[in-house]
């Protein structure tokens, strides 16, 4: 492993981007090498990730600003390193998907570029200020990305992303700066480093309960808006329907896991030490989403729209995995995060192609598209049966897992949920796909064409992707089982490791 | 002596007027004397404060002060010029183009 | 050593799904002999494994999966029978597809998809755990699916294909939440696992059954119960069954009379101890099972469609299975070979009926009795298969269907005698029904006049031949393997760590004559196999018109032969025109109500697409809807807006007048100097 994989990780899409900007008509090539190397770091990265610890693995850290505390400390482990591998995979996905942009594709596709590297600093962070940076820095691309190749109500969208989650950010900023003015390293600074926050988080003499109670409600707020978790959840709906695919494959698969990143990095840990009321409340939130995000995917005329409330519903399954706090749960709504990054990908790569190809979503228009698009036909129907959670893909391992384990601790909520949404569920991505693709083809789309070939081939490595975790579901429930237990125990700090 | 009361009072009163002029006057020139009002109340304070003390600070500063308000008038008629070769009045509660 | 290769029998054919998948447009006929040929070599493989487990072996095999769950095969008697049964009739039913769907240009999807099926249903068969079984289960669903809308192209195609994923869905939830139950009871045992035990292994199921307290016990057994009903088609979830004939009929005959459907019945026998122990757990599944079994006997009675009679007959012989392991209250596992026998001659009959019926429809191109008539003058073969069929069906003495139905009658019949009559009322009432709906189908088809213009040609021999093959089984099996079958079914539970007394117990259940003084001592070993080993030599007495020690009277015996030979008889006054009697249209005209609730299917479509899909369902999710609009956005955009509003009202302090700065200035000096005086009044600053 080359040194400082990490920040390189991080630095090549930066650079990429900003060569992209200058490239005119070959950005996409540059885009692409630029995030090839990133995932070809990340596949070695897998192969040299020690499964069994439970401390940060490829740590670095270097000051940065020493008089208020700040390091530039980055470094992977069970929870983050998963999500490092779905954020390369999805960004060299979503650049091939989108080979064929002709608008301003320079500025397109570093973007994209930069939004990977937003979301990779995300999952790398160990400081608080660093991972703050990062976390706001996601916001500008997906807002110009929003805002100008976006759909009718772009302008709308955008804004309605950007403030919100924004607002939500500061709520989050607000509780960061108070675990950071409460807490005194043994020398008598102050430290913006994560683990050593989250590790002062246990004792009660630092951080009393009704202190915690707020700072604890402050990050939960953040994390929950960008989930999104039922009622913050309305931003993601507009943004979604009105972003192009890559922005909205980005958006689903990569943005909405930084929410559940922060769930499992700052929120689990705190969990033991605040009011237990906080569980009953994260718990119904889990299960309002899951069902209600499914009964508003069922009422929706709009493919994309459906498909964006089917993400509301299964992120519901990664807080209440983590909420019910047993190691299958915990470990199932890890993987549930990962699935759910792996199959939205194809679902909105799905909606795009079929609004690129037929020219409308709304799907009471659509009809026998299986006719004249066979493969993407195929390819779509896998990705939809995976997200309605069929066996032999990732996503039923996942919402298995975290309904099994949910039932120890919160029975009843577990089986509202079972009956209720697993139903209601394939429902709505039966009728949407039966309807779309089935039936006889209607006049209108007697020549519409099979979808192109580089969109054919990310969402067929989608689907492999999908199948192969969901078959060998072991290759990455392991490192998540680790970081399971990890997550349900005290926070292990880097001083402590010994590596800094 | 004249008590110094009675230097401040004075003092207070021409502050008074002046302020009131240069709240509700509408003429710019009358405005320009409100602010010569001000600036004099004030030398008056200072001058009178260092007749009661050994030295003469106040007085000093209260001749920088009449340069000074010299030079404040000389703008403030410049900009009133300006400002009728351009709005044709220099009636201010009609001069209120940097608004919202 | 067939053993070593077990895992062949699920692999080869998911070899050939993917053959057919990528290169079946090249071949010949779709690639359908590769899904002929992987299925055939599964039923080599599961006859050499027979060969040399019998009698009382068996095969196990697991590897670690991930987290707590395991992969494994379990080849016990159960799924060695059903594992023979599913390989040699798809085998047959693979066979037959090759004639029927020769010409289709979506050949080589069909036996894609045909192959994954094959592959899903053996798997769900040797399946070690309840999560493998499930995983399965689900597949065979997909392929159901697949294959139900195979000719995706229909609107009604692709609208059965929906309900049939849908509806079973409804009863997966419900297994699903069984499983959950399940594995966290277990899980709060504690147990002491051996390496290579995982809590979910159905050895391990067995033998920790009895520990679990008995009211999960009942929630658990609901919930399987509920997938069971889904997937077999059981009252209430029995919909999509009749509208899955919408798919090829080789589909019909290979899912939903031979294969998944009985899912849900193995499902039962293989859980039966758990079903045993808990309390109304048979009590559950018997009243489903004999309530299905006599309600879609009564709709097969008026459906014109040939196809959608024997789906009714399908969901009726279901509901005779499980009602045969619902009465496992009264007389033991003896339920379970019992049960499982006529699951295997149905399948034999069921496919041969449907096969037959395939060759008709593609000889005559109708489904509508009303159109056929007289078509055993053209189509000779077909027509005596058939008839071997619709004999064994309808109970016939001698025939397969005679063997095994009443079978199950019968013990129906000592479950009477110690608890209750229902069922076995139920169960006789659908036995004549079943009688007279098969040879009305008969009668109606074969005999009598022409009555519409159609096509007149015997179908090929590829068609044929599995339409043979079937009939000798539907004929023989019945009498040649009935004494065999059952002592190596109840030999089945030995393999496993069960006390079926000490389940007895905890599930209520009594069992007279049956050993119920040594359950009741409690004694550890053998307990079980006595009881099993009486109980069976009193049914094969039984039959064979002797008293058994259970009693039963000599009217009883003969009872199932009156009613398979008068409902014949019934059926022929109608619809056979040499000794017909009686114009159906007399006994109940067109406008009579109850031949129109039957017809009308007892407004099930309407009671449930209306009300429950449509208005329920989806009025639920129009109102989440406008909730979502109007109240959840609905704050944030009146929040933001009451924001703008704010902010338009304060710009205008920006007057752009000078002098109301000025005010503004001085009345903020005055302020400032007001707080400071009172503040360095009160001592602050």
């Known amino acids: 492993m080359i040194a400082n994989a990490l920040s390189w990780m991080i630095a090549i899409p930066l650079l990429g981007a900003l060569v992209c900007f200058f490239a005119g008509g070959k950005a996409k090539f540059v885009a692409l090498v630029a995030s090839i190397i990133p995932l070809a770091l990340s596949v070695q990265m897998y192969t040299e990730f020690d499964k069994t610890s439970k401390i940060m693995q490829f740590v670095e850290s270097y000051n940065w600003v020493p008089s208020i505390g700040v390091k530039y400390t980055v470094g992977v482990d069970g929870i983050g390193f998963p999500l490092v591998l779905l954020s390369t995979i999805v960004s060299v996905l979503v650049i091939i998907y989108s080979w064929g942009e002709t608008k301003k594709p320079n500025q397109y596709f570093a973007l994209l570029l930069l939004n990977e590297v937003g979301v990779l600093g995300v999952f790398t962070a160990l400081d608080f200020f660093l991972f703050y940076i990062f976390w706001e820095v996601v916001l500008i691309p997906m807002f110009f990305l929003i805002g100008s190749w976006g759909g009718p109500r772009k302008d709308y969208a955008a804004i309605k992303f950007f403030i919100y989650t924004h607002v939500a950010s500061l709520v989050m900023l607000l509780a960061i700066f108070a675990l950071y003015f409460t807490y005194q390293t043994p020398e008598g600074t102050r430290t913006f480093d994560m683990l050593t926050l989250l590790a002062a988080t246990a004792d009660k003499t630092i951080f009393p309960t009704s202190m915690l109670n707020i700072i604890f409600a402050g990050l939960l707020l953040g994390f929950l808006v960008k989930m999104p978790a039922f009622p913050f959840h309305t931003w993601l709906p507009d943004a979604h329907v009105e972003a192009p695919t890559a922005g909205s494959v980005v958006l689903a698969a990569l943005l909405l896991k930084m929410g559940g990143y922060g769930l499992f990095r700052v929120i689990m840990p705190m969990l033991p030490s605040v009011d237990k009321a906080f569980v009953t409340i994260i718990a119904i939130v889990a299960v309002i989403s899951i069902v209600y995000g499914a009964f508003m995917a069922l009422a929706q005329k709009d493919i994309k729209k459906l498909v964006a409330y089917s993400s509301v519903s299964h992120m519901g399954f990664v807080t209440l995995g983590a909420v019910a706090f047993t190691w299958m749960s915990v470990t199932g709504a890890m993987f549930q995060q990962f699935s759910h990054g792996i199959i939205t990908c194809v679902l909105f790569m799905s909606a795009g192609t079929i609004q690129h190809v037929v020219g409308t979503r709304v799907i009471a228009d659509l009809g026998g598209l299986a006719d004249r698009m066979p493969k993407f036909a195929v390819l779509m129907m896998a990705g939809f049966m995976a997200s309605l959670g069929l066996p032999g893909m990732s996503g039923f391992v996942a919402e298995f897992m975290v309904l099994t384990g949910s039932y120890a601790t919160l029975p009843s909520y577990t089986m509202f949920v079972v009956f209720l949404s697993v139903a209601s569920t394939a429902a709505y991505h039966l009728w949407a796909m039966q309807k779309a693709m089935f039936g006889p083809i209607l006049k209108k789309y007697i020549n519409v064409h099979d979808a192109h070939s580089y969109e054919l081939f990310s969402m067929a490595m989608i689907i492999v992707l999908s199948l192969l975790f969901g078959i060998q579901p072991g290759l990455i429930t392991d490192i998540m089982g680790t970081a399971a237990t990890q997550v349900m125990g005290p926070v292990v700090t880097l001083s402590q490791m010994g590596v800094i | 002596m004249i008590p110094l009361e009675l230097y401040i009072l004075l003092a207070s009163a021409m502050f008074t007027i002046g302020l009131y002029g240069l709240v509700t006057q509408k003429n710019g020139v009358k405005l320009m004397m409100c602010i010569e009002l001000l600036l004099n109340s004030a030398n008056i304070n200072l001058v009178a404060f260092s007749a009661y003390q050994p030295n003469v600070n106040g007085q000093v500063f209260a001749l920088f002060s009449i340069a000074l308000a010299a030079a404040e008038a000389g703008v403030g008629f410049a900009i009133l010029i300006a400002l009728y070769r351009l709005y044709g009045t220099i009636d201010l509660n009609n001069i209120n183009a940097m608004r919202w | ?685």
């Open chain 3, 1 to 685: 050593m067939y053993a070593d290769y077990a895992y062949l029998i699920v692999a080869l054919p998911v070899l050939a799904f993917l053959l057919c998948l990528f290169v079946g447009w090249h071949l010949p006929r779709g690639g359908g002999f590769l899904t002929v040929l992987a299925t055939f070599a599964g039923l080599v493989l599961s006859l050499g494994i027979f060969s040399e487990i019998y009698p009382s072996g068996i095969v196990h095999q697991s590897m670690p999966w991930f987290a707590n769950f395991n992969v494994g095969i379990l080849i016990d008697p159960l799924a060695l029978v059903m594992l023979l049964m599913v390989t040699f009739v798809v085998t047959l039913i693979h066979t037959y597809a090759n004639g029927y769907m020769n010409g289709d240009p979506g050949a080589a999807r069909y036996f894609a998809e045909a192959a994954l099926f094959t592959a899903s249903m053996l798997g769900l068969i040797y399946a070690d755990n309840l999560l493998q079984l499930f995983i399965f289960w689900e597949l065979v669903g997909l392929c159901s699916y697949l294959l139900i809308g195979f000719w995706y192209r229909k609107p009604s195609a692709a609208a059965a294909a929906k309900k049939a994923f849908l509806t079973t869905r409804v009863g997966d939830v419900l297994f699903l939440a069984g499983i959950i139950l399940l594995y966290n009871n277990l899980a709060a045992l504690n147990l002491d696992l051996k390496a290579g035990e995982y809590l979910l292994q159905f050895p391990v199921i067995y033998a920790h059954v009895a520990q679990i307290p008995a009211d999960q016990l009942t929630l658990i057994a609901l919930g399987l119960l509920g997938g069971a009903v889904g997937k077999s088609g059981q009252f209430p979830l029995h919909v999509w069954l009749p509208d899955a004939m919408e798919g090829p009929t080789t589909v019909s005959a290979m899912i939903h009379a031979a294969t998944m459907v009985t899912a849900g019945v193995y499902l039962v026998a293989r859980m039966f101890p758990l079903f045993y122990a808990a309390p109304y757990g048979l009590t559950a599944v018997a009243a489903v099972g004999a309530f299905t079994a006599l309600f879609a006997a009564t709709m097969g009675l008026t459906a014109f469609d040939i196809k959608r009679v024997l789906a009714f007959s399908t969901v009726s012989q279901l509901g005779f299975m499980m009602a045969g392991l619902g009465v496992g209250a009264a007389v033991g596992t003896m339920a379970v070979g019992v049960s499982i026998f006529h699951l295997i001659g149905h399948s034999f009959f069921k496919a041969l009926l449907f096969l037959g019926a395939g060759s008709v429809i593609h000889a005559v191109n109708t489904n509508d009795l009303r159109e056929m008539g007289g078509v055993g003058k053209y189509m000779k073969w077909t027509m005596y298969t058939m008839l071997i069929g619709s004999l064994s069906l309808a109970g016939f003495p001698l025939f397969t269907g005679f063997f095994s139905k009443d079978e199950i009658i019968v013990i129906a019949y000592e479950y009477g005698v110690l608890i209750n009559f229902l069922p076995y009322i139920m169960l006789v009432l659908a036995a004549v029904l079943t009688a007279i709906y098969t040879f009305r189908m008969w009668f109606s088809v074969f005999t009598g006049k022409e009555r519409s213009d159609y096509g007149k040609h015997e179908s090929p021999m590829i068609m044929i031949g599995p339409l043979v093959i079937l009939a000798v089984f539907a004929f023989g099996f019945g009498f040649a393997a009935q004494e065999g079958f059952y002592s190596y079914l109840d030999s089945n539970f030995e393999h496993y760590d069960v006390d079926f007394a000490e389940l007895g117990m905890i599930g209520g259940h009594v069992l007279e004559g049956h050993g119920a003084p040594e359950g009741a001592a409690l004694e550890e070993e053998q307990g079980a196999p006595e009881i099993a080993e009486s109980g069976h030599g009193e049914a094969g007495d039984a039959e064979e018109g002797g008293e058994g020690e259970a009693g039963e009277p000599w009217y009883i015996q003969i009872l199932p032969i009156i009613v398979a030979i008068g409902g014949i008889l019934t059926a022929g006054l109608f619809y056979f025109d040499k000794i017909k009697k009686f114009d159906p249209s007399q006994v109940t005209g067109d406008t009579d109500p109850i031949r129109k609730l039957l017809l009308k299917g007892y407004y099930q479509h309407e009671i449930l697409t209306g009300w429950f899909a449509e208005t329920v369902v989806y009025g639920t999710a129009l109102i989440c809807n406008m909730i979502d609009i109007k109240l959840v956005d609905g704050w944030l955009n009146w929040l933001s807006a009451w924001v703008m509003g704010f902010a338009q009202n304060v710009r205008k302090v920006q007057t752009g007048v000078v002098q109301n700065y000025v005010t503004a200035l001085v009345l903020g000096v005055v302020v400032l100097v007001v707080v400071i005086t009172l503040a360095m009044e009160v001592g602050l600053a």
